[in-house]
C-alpha cells in the first residue's frame, strides 16, 4: 500500500486489476479513492463516487463472465430451436447470480481476462476514472448503452427512467446501473458528457472525469439535503 501512497502523491496513474467484484478488490478501490480524496479535501465525494466505479467494475465483469460463458454458443445450429440466444442469456443471468459465478471467476482468472481500473489525477485536481475489459461490445449492445444515456439525460431520478422505458419488455431493469451513475454525476454537477463507454475491436472502455473542486462538493451537498 506504500508504493500506491508513494504513487497517489506523486499524482501518477495507477492501475488495479481485477477478475472478480471480490470484498477484497471492493476495499483496495475505496481506500485508493478515499486516499485521493482526503488529500483534496473533498473524502465526502467517496460515496458516489465509489458507487459509480463499482458499478463499472459490475459492467466490465460480467461482460468478461458473458464472453467466457457464450463462447461456444452456435445461434444457428440446430439446437436453437430448442434454446435460442434469449434463453441462454436468462440462464447465464441465473448462473451469475448463483455460487457457480465463482467458475466464471476461476475461468477468468486462467485465461488472464482482467477487468482494470485506471485511477489518474491530473494537474488540475481532476480525477479521471477508467474501466476496460478485453470484450469489445456487439452494435446492439453499444446501441443499447447508448440510448440508456440518453435516457438518462433527460430523467431526472431513476423512477422517471423506469415510466419512460414501462413499455419495453427487454428492459427488465438491464443497465439501470449506467442510469444511478447519470444520476449521480447530476447530483456532483458534472456534466453527462464526462461520462463515456466506448469500444474498438479488441476492449469496451468505460471513463468518467469528475473534478474534485469546491463546486462539486457543494452540489453534492445540496442535492443530499434537498
Same mark, same amino acid.
Given at each position: 500500500m506504500k508504493a500506491v501512497l508513494d504513487h497517489i502523491k506523486a499524482?501518477?496513474?495507477?492501475?488495479?486489476?481485477?477478475?472478480?467484484?471480490?470484498?477484497?478488490?471492493?476495499?483496495?478501490?475505496k481506500k485508493i479513492l478515499a486516499v485521493m480524496l482526503r488529500q483534496r479535501?473533498?473524502?465526502?465525494l467517496l460515496s458516489p463516487i465509489y458507487t459509480c466505479l463499482k458499478e463499472l467494475i459490475i459492467n466490465a465483469v460480467k461482460a468478461n463472465y458473458k464472453?467466457?460463458?457464450?463462447e461456444n454458443y452456435t445461434p444457428k445450429n440446430a439446437a436453437d430451436q430448442l434454446i435460442n440466444y434469449h434463453t441462454a442469456l436468462q440462464l447465464f443471468k441465473l448462473e451469475i447470480s448463483r455460487e457457480d459465478s465463482?467458475?466464471?471467476?476461476r475461468i477468468a482468472r486462467k485465461r488472464n481476462i482482467t477487468a482494470e481500473v485506471e485511477f489518474i489525477i491530473d494537474g488540475d485536481d481532476v480525477l479521471h476514472l477508467r474501466v476496460?475489459?478485453?470484450?469489445?461490445?456487439?452494435?446492439?449492445?453499444?446501441?443499447? *448503452? =447508448?440510448?440508456?444515456? +440518453?435516457d438518462a439525460r433527460m430523467c431526472h431520478d431513476i423512477s422517471e427512467y423506469f415510466l419512460m422505458n414501462a413499455d419495453n419488455p427487454e428492459n427488465e431493469g438491464a443497465g439501470v446501473g449506467l442510469v444511478l451513475i447519470a444520476m449521480i454525476l447530476r447530483g456532483l454537477g458534472v456534466d453527462l458528457s464526462t461520462f463515456?463507454?466506448?469500444?474498438?475491436?479488441?476492449?469496451?472502455?468505460?471513463?468518467?472525469?469528475?473534478p474534485l473542486t469546491d463546486d462539486t *462538493? =457543494?452540489?453534492?451537498? +445540496?442535492?443530499?439535503?434537498a
Open positions: 499524482n501518477q496513474r495507477i492501475r488495479l486489476i481485477t477478475y472478480a467484484v471480490t470484498s477484497a478488490s471492493e476495499n483496495r478501490m479535501d473533498c473524502l465526502v464472453n467466457i460463458y457464450f465463482k467458475n466464471l471467476a476496460i475489459n478485453p470484450v469489445p461490445m456487439t452494435a446492439g449492445e453499444l446501441k443499447t *448503452v =447508448r440510448k440508456k444515456l +440518453e463515456e463507454i466506448t469500444c474498438d475491436d479488441v476492449c469496451t472502455r468505460a471513463s468518467l472525469i469528475i *462538493v =457543494r452540489h453534492y451537498r +445540496e442535492s443530499t439535503t
